[in-house]
């Protein structure tokens, strides 16, 4: 299930990927305070990270925010302002959770 697409901008390197106004946020609706969520990183080509990485969910101002194991995610990959990123939840490989990836060229 899409919980969000959303493409890349300087602030989502800065102050954390936030989550886009028209997200799905039906599988996160119990969240209080911060939570970890396990997750698969694939890019569009189906090349995945070796091991699943935890991102940290939080609330900021109103807005759900991934900090902690996001900026972790975007250096990995190589992350640039431009590139989409799409959050699914998806029970595969031990995970709760899988970001897709697609950079441009």
Do not use: H
């Not at 899409?2 to 989550?19: A, R």
């Not at 109103?62 to 029970?91: C, H, M, N, P």
């Not at 970001?99 to 441009?104: D, E, G, N, P, Q």
Request: with cysteine.
């Amino acid at each position: 299930m899409e919980i969000f697409t959303k493409q890349l901008t300087p602030v989502d390197f800065g102050s954390g990927l936030m989550l886009p106004p028209r997200s799905n946020l039906k599988p996160l609706q119990n969240l209080q305070g911060t939570i970890e969520l396990s997750t698969i990183v694939e890019s569009a080509a189906g090349t995945r990270l070796p091991e699943p990485v935890t991102i940290q969910c939080s609330t900021t101002r109103g807005s759900l925010v991934f900090k902690r194991g996001w900026y972790d995610i975007a250096r990995e990959v190589g992350l640039k302002s431009g590139d989409t990123v799409t959050f699914y939840q998806e029970v595969n490989g031990g995970a709760q959770f899988k970001l897709k990836v697609r950079t441009v060229s």
